[in-house]
């Protein structure tokens, strides 16, 4: 059944989320660098931008999974939700 997005299952989502973001943005990038759009800033801000940011929701995404192995690795019994993957 759905179970309410607290704890891990919150956890999950923000991490889907932030990787099908990216997508959708990556997705945007290769489709105006081949549209070839008229002008200067439009298609630069449509391809570079977009890029950008998906390169920076992949960056959030690893950071979050780097922060929550480490806590793991150096508090293994604490009760810190970081290291269970629980709210204290």
């Given amino acids: ?10 956890e999950e989502l923000f991490a ?6 990216a997508l959708v943005l990556l997705i945007i990038s290769g489709i105006s660098d081949v ?3 008229p002008g200067k ?4 801000l ?3 931008g977009t ?10 995404y690893y950071w979050g999974i ?10 293994p019994k604490s009760e810190h939700r970081l ?4 709210k204290a």
């Fill in 1 to 10: 059944g759905f179970k309410s997005a607290t704890g891990e299952r919150a």
């Fill in 16 to 21: 889907f989320a932030t990787n099908l973001i």
């Fill in 35 to 37: 549209a070839k759009l």
């Fill in 41 to 44: 800033g439009t298609p630069a």
């Fill in 46 to 48: 449509l391809e570079d």
């Fill in 51 to 60: 890029k950008m940011l998906a390169i920076l929701n992949v960056c959030i």
């Fill in 66 to 75: 780097c922060e929550q192995t480490l806590f793991r690795v150096m508090y």
């Fill in 83 to 86: 290291s269970t993957g629980k």
